[in-house]
C-alpha cells in the first residue's frame, strides 16, 4: 500500500474513532447527588456529623445545600452561622471573615448576631498571631500589625454593643492581650530605632507607647527608651524629667543605674 494511502486511511479511521468516543461520553450517566431528596433536617445533621468529625470541606458541603435549597427559616440562618466556624477551623480566615460579615448585614438584630461578632474576631485574631509571636521581626519599622488592631477593633465592637453576650468576657481577655501585645511591639520598635541610633524616631515611638498604652507593662521600657533617646539628642532637662517618671513609678527598674550613670555622665 502506498505511504499516502496508508496515512489517508488511518485518518479515515481515526475520524469515526473520536467520534464514537466523544459519543460515548456525552452517554455516561451523570454523578448522582446522594443528597438530593433529603428533608433539611437530615442535610443540618450530616453537616453536624462532619463538623464534628472535623471533615470541613463535607461539612461545607451540606451547609451550602441548605442555604441554597432552604434559604429562608433557622436553618438557613444557622447554616450561615456554622459556615463562618467551619471556614474559620479549616484555615479560611478571610473567607471566614467575609461570611460573618454578609450575616451580620443581613440579620443585624438576629438573637446570635453576636456570634458572628465573636467570630470576625477571632479570624482576625488568629491572623495576627505571627505578629504576637514575633514580637522582634528583623524589620521592626515594616512588620504590618493591621490584622492586630483589626482583631481589636472586633472584639471592642462586641464588648460594646453586648456587653452580655456569652462571648464578650472571652472578647475583653483578648482585648487585654492584644493591647499589651501592641504596646510591647510598639516598644521593640523604639529599641530599634535607638540601637540604630534614630534617636528622633526611638522618642517618637517611645512616646506614642506612653500616650496610648499607658497602664501597660511596656510602659517602663518606653520611658527607659525616651530617656536614652534625650540623652542622646544633648536634651538634659526632657532626660530628667522622663527618668523622674521612671523613678516614681517603677522604683525597682533594673534600668535605673545606668540610666542615672548616663545622665551624669552626659551633664
Wanted: a positive charge.
Amino acid at each position: 500500500m502506498p505511504l499516502s494511502m496508508n496515512r489517508t486511511l488511518k485518518l479515515f479511521l481515526a475520524g469515526p474513532l473520536a467520534a464514537a468516543l466523544l459519543a460515548g461520553c456525552s452517554l455516561l450517566p451523570e454523578k448522582i447527588d446522594e443528597t438530593k431528596g433529603w428533608s433539611v433536617q437530615r442535610l443540618y445533621s450530616e453537616a453536624k456529623d462532619s463538623m464534628n468529625d472535623g471533615n470541613y470541606q463535607t461539612a461545607l458541603g451540606y451547609l451550602d445545600k441548605i442555604q441554597a435549597r432552604y434559604p429562608f427559616g433557622r436553618y438557613a440562618q444557622q447554616a450561615q452561622l456554622d459556615t463562618i466556624y467551619v471556614q474559620f477551623k479549616d484555615g479560611e480566615p478571610d473567607a471566614a471573615i467575609a461570611a460573618a460579615d454578609r450575616f451580620i448585614k443581613a440579620n443585624p438584630r438576629h438573637p446570635y448576631v453576636d456570634y458572628a461578632y465573636y467570630m470576625k474576631g477571632m479570624a482576625n485574631f488568629e491572623r495576627s498571631n505571627t505578629l504576637i509571636e514575633r514580637l522582634v521581626p528583623s524589620d521592626r519599622a515594616k512588620t504590618d500589625t493591621a490584622t492586630a488592631r483589626q482583631a481589636y477593633n472586633d472584639f471592642t465592637e462586641l464588648a460594646r454593643k453586648f456587653p452580655n453576650s456569652p462571648y464578650a468576657e472571652d472578647a475583653r481577655q483578648r482585648l487585654l492581650f492584644l493591647h499589651n501585645s501592641l504596646a510591647a511591639y510598639e516598644v521593640n520598635v523604639a529599641n530599634y530605632y535607638l540601637q540604630r541610633g534614630a534617636y528622633v524616631a526611638a522618642a517618637d515611638r517611645a512616646a506614642h507607647v506612653l500616650a496610648n498604652y499607658a497602664r501597660t507593662p511596656a510602659t517602663e521600657n518606653a520611658l527607659g527608651i525616651l530617656t536614652q533617646a534625650y540623652i542622646k539628642m544633648g536634651m538634659p532637662k526632657l532626660a530628667a524629667d522622663s527618668l523622674r517618671v521612671l523613678e516614681r513609678n517603677y522604683p525597682q527598674s533594673p534600668e535605673l543605674p545606668k540610666l542615672n550613670a548616663l545622665i551624669n555622665s552626659a551633664g
